[in-house]
Every structure is written in structure tokens, then in C-alpha cells.
């Protein structure tokens, strides 16, 4: 039978299996959907249900375990090492650790015990390590004193300038001494002061390394916001005035002036150093003024 042209336009396109099959896999199944909704809603409160059984019964279990190792004695901190100290005492760094009685050496923080020990007044820097199962190490870095440096008392400096603590009454200390310095000035102009401090520790390096055959030693160092600084020598008690800057040229020339005078620089009271390439010196009152007269004459000119 033969359609119509028009009722084969009308006819409905017959799909094939395949492509039923592509349409079928597209077409959401609402109950897939809904069952896996249902398990991750179920597993999520089985999560915040563990989470708030955990939270609550953390204290507990936490106690517990701590208890539990307490009671065999394996991880007690039982011995604290402690090296590198000479100023500070190892009672003191043992109570700057802060360890609880019968503390377990996995339950504090390292850090924080490391930073206690580091406020210490002589300590620089600390190495803790744990040493299983039940032993602690400190590896201890002082800061070493350099001079005195006085204010109200005295105090003991570092190379870098920095003020350790008070110097110890009961203990004799061979450091020069620094001063120049008020309680009110260095309150009201640290950063001059601190700056002035740094100079002169600058200037004692420098003796230390190119003065050890040098007879004379530092006994005093002067700090002056104008002048700079003034070192004042042990055994002749000779005044050096060193200015700002320039301090390792101008104790050369300095040198070089005493080898020129020889004995005669008994007589002189003062070295000026400060100028560009110059050295000034200054005599002592004499008496009768005739040996000082001739020292002066003999000295004109050396530079």
C-alpha cells in the first residue's frame, strides 16, 4: 500500500537502539540520586557525631595515655646535659626549662622551652635536642664580656654593645672600663649612646688585636657626644684622643710618634690623634719648665 505524500511527512521518525540507549544513560534516575544524598547525609553525621564524641572525651583520653606512660617510667625526663655554660648556672637554666615533675619528654614545646632559656642575661643562643627515651642535651652559647660600661652601677658589655647584667660584686674583673655616659643621657638619647658604646668596643677590638706587644694597655675609654672617644692608657696614664672614625690610622700614627720621641714621651700628658694626618701632644706641667721647653722644640713638626 502506497501512503500519501503528506502522510509520509507526518510518519514518525523510528529511532534506533543505540540511540534509545544514549537518551536512557542522559535521563537522571531519581532514585540513584536520592540513595546517594541519603549515604553521604549519613556519613556526614557520623562525622560530626564522632567529632563531638572525640572533642568531649578528648581531655580524658589525653590523660589517660599521659597516665598510662607515667605509670611505666619510660619517657620521664630523668637527665637534663647541659654544655657550653660558664656564667650561667646550670640551676638556672635547668629552672628556666620549666619542666613539670615527672614531665614526658614528648610533651612540651621545644621552642617555647628554647626561647626561656634565651632570656637568660649571659645566654646568646641554645641548642635543645631530645635524646630518646629520656634525656635532654643543651648546647649553650654565652655572650662574652667585653668592658665595663657604668651608669648607675656597673655592667658588663658584649662585643656588639649590648649590656649582659650587672657586673658581679663578689668577683674581680679585668675588663676596661667605659664611661662618660649619664643615667638621664643614655634614658633620653639611647641611639647616641648605644651608637658611642659600639665605637669604643670598635676601638677595643682593634687594641686587642694590635696592641698585645703594646706596653701600654687600656685602663679607661671616654665617650663624648662632641669629642668621640678618649682612651686613657694603664701604665704612662697617657690620654688618647681618637675622635669618631679612622681608629686603627690614627693609633698608627700614634706609634709612630712614640717611637720618635722614645724616653722623651714620659714627658708628654696627651695625644690628640683626631686630626686628618696630624698628632698633638701635650706635656706635662714640669717644675722648672726646661725639659718640657726642649721636648717641645725637639717635637715641632712630627706628624
Same mark, same amino acid.
Request: contains cysteine; proline residues 5%; hydrophobic residues 40%.
Given at each position: ?10 510518519? %514518525? ?32 553525621? *557520623?562525622? $560530626?557525631?564522632?567529632?563531638? #564524641? ?6 580524658? &583520653?589525653? =590523660? ?42 614528648? =610533651?612540651?614545646? *621545644? ?23 629520656? %634525656? ?6 654565652? %655572650? %662574652?664580656?667585653? #668592658?665595663?660600661? @657604668? ?25 676596661? *672600663? ?61 690620654? *688618647?684622643? &681618637? ?26 700628658? @696627651? ?6 694626618? =696630624? ?9 722648672? $719648665? ?8 725637639? =717635637?715641632? $713638626?712630627?706628624?
Amino acid at each position: 500500500m502506497i501512503l500519501p505524500r503528506s502522510d509520509k511527512s507526518k510518519r %514518525r521518525v523510528r529511532i534506533s537502539n543505540s540511540r534509545k540507549d544514549v537518551r536512557r544513560a542522559r535521563r537522571p534516575n531519581s532514585k540513584s540520586v536520592n540513595r546517594k544524598l541519603l549515604l553521604f547525609l549519613a556519613f556526614a553525621c *557520623l562525622c $560530626g557525631l564522632g567529632s563531638g #564524641a572525640l572533642w568531649l572525651w578528648w581531655p580524658t &583520653l589525653v =590523660t589517660s595515655v599521659d597516665g598510662w606512660f607515667k605509670g611505666r617510667d619510660g619517657f620521664l625526663v630523668k637527665e637534663v646535659i647541659v654544655q657550653g655554660n660558664f656564667r650561667s648556672s646550670r640551676q638556672d637554666i635547668i629552672k628556666a626549662l620549666g619542666l613539670a615533675p615527672r614531665q614526658l619528654i614528648f =610533651t612540651f614545646d *621545644l621552642k617555647q622551652v628554647q626561647n626561656r632559656v634565651n632570656a637568660l642575661p649571659f645566654v646568646r643562643e641554645t641548642q635543645i635536642h631530645r635524646r630518646w627515651p629520656d %634525656r635532654l642535651e643543651i648546647m649553650v652559647t654565652e %655572650r %662574652r664580656p667585653k #668592658a665595663l660600661f @657604668y651608669l648607675d652601677e656597673l655592667y658588663l658589655v658584649d662585643r656588639d654593645g649590648g649590656l649582659i647584667a650587672p657586673a658581679p660584686k663578689n668577683e674581680m674583673l679585668d675588663f676596661p *672600663l667605659i664611661s662618660g655616659a649619664s643615667v638621664t643621657q643614655w634614658q633620653n638619647q639611647p641611639e647616641v649612646w648605644i651608637r658611642l658604646l659600639k665605637k669604643a668596643l670598635t676601638l677595643l677590638s682593634i687594641w686587642e688585636k694590635r696592641g698585645r706587644d703594646w706596653p701600654e694597655k687600656v685602663a679607661q675609654v671616654g665617650l663624648d657626644e662632641v669629642c668621640g672617644v678618649t682612651v686613657f692608657t694603664t701604665d704612662k696614664a697617657w690620654e *688618647l684622643q &681618637l675622635g669618631l672614625e679612622g681608629f686603627d690610622e690614627r693609633l698608627k700614627r700614634w706609634r709612630q710618634v712614640l717611637e720618635v720621641l722614645g724616653e722623651r714621651a714620659m714627658a708628654v700628658s @696627651y695625644f690628640d690623634c683626631a686630626g686628618t694626618d =696630624t698628632v698633638v701632644a701635650g706635656l706635662r706641667p714640669h717644675p722648672k $719648665g726646661t725639659f718640657s721647653e726642649k721636648l717641645r722644640a725637639q =717635637t715641632d $713638626g712630627v706628624d
